[in-house]
């Protein structure tokens, strides 16, 4: 296994040194680079794409948990820290798992373990959202509509819907092109959640598999014909 990527975030250089010398162990992780706060974190995430990231919790400035609210797709994160306080909140949010500094050869070996056999599955990229007091992690690949609420996107999955902070173009730019489709100004769609294609009198709708309606706008239906027939 190649090419897995990972970014090491923490306030403490000993820390960041610490964790650099375990994943030599395991070659098929790469680290891409360090951050020593979130507002470095996010840039580079941004930049990289990392497959994983190694999140401290508390850090000068806006917390680990700040930081991954403020990011559209979340890598796999495993929080490594010093504070055991956080243990439930991080698993609320599908952390794949929670370390305890000083970390232990053996404790970090199980994690490692439950990393590469998520990257073997092919885990699909998650969302951090938290919303009326609430964290979700989502799959994008369960995302099947999304909608522009002023300045917020409402995004609709497994019978739930959350908004997120960002506007529609904001979001449309990050998203998978082969997956995700907008059909108007207001409304992006999944193109898997496809259920039924419909013109008449000039007008192009669909229907989705949640049952959903979505019009078109005449210039995205002419888009989606074109995209069809490649």
């Known amino acids: 296994m190649v090419g897995i990527t990972a970014l090491i975030i923490d306030d403490e250089r000993t820390a960041r040194t610490e964790l650099r010398r375990m994943l030599t162990d395991y070659p098929a992780i790469k680290v891409v680079g360090e951050a020593s706060n979130a507002d470095e974190a996010g840039e580079l995430i941004r930049t990289v794409k990392p497959d994983i990231i190694f999140l401290d919790i508390q850090m000068p400035g806006r917390s680990g948990f700040d930081l991954l609210e403020s990011l ?125 294609i419909r013109e008449q009198d000039g007008r192009f709708s669909l229907q989705l598999k949640t049952g959903q309606l979505i019009n078109f706008s005449s210039r995205q239906a002419a888009r989606f014909k074109n995209m069809n027939r490649h």
Do not use: C
Not at 72 to 84: G, K, L, W
């Open 72 to 196: 559209i797709s979340v890598p796999i994160v495993i929080f490594v820290t010093a504070f055991d306080a956080y243990a439930v909140k991080a698993f609320e949010v599908s952390a794949l798992d929670y370390l305890m500094k000083p970390v232990r050869e053996e404790r970090f070996a199980k994690a490692m373990e439950q990393a590469l056999a998520r990257f073997r599955d092919k885990e699909t990229p998650f969302l951090f959202v938290k919303d009326r007091g609430q964290y979700h992690m989502i799959k994008w690949e369960d995302v099947h509509l999304i909608e522009s609420m002023d300045n917020y996107a409402r995004l609709f999955f497994n019978k739930q819907n959350v908004l997120l902070k960002t506007s529609l173009n904001q979001l449309e730019e990050q998203l998978d092109g082969q997956l995700f489709f907008r059909t108007s100004r207001t409304q992006i769609i999944n193109l898997n959640y496809i259920e039924l």
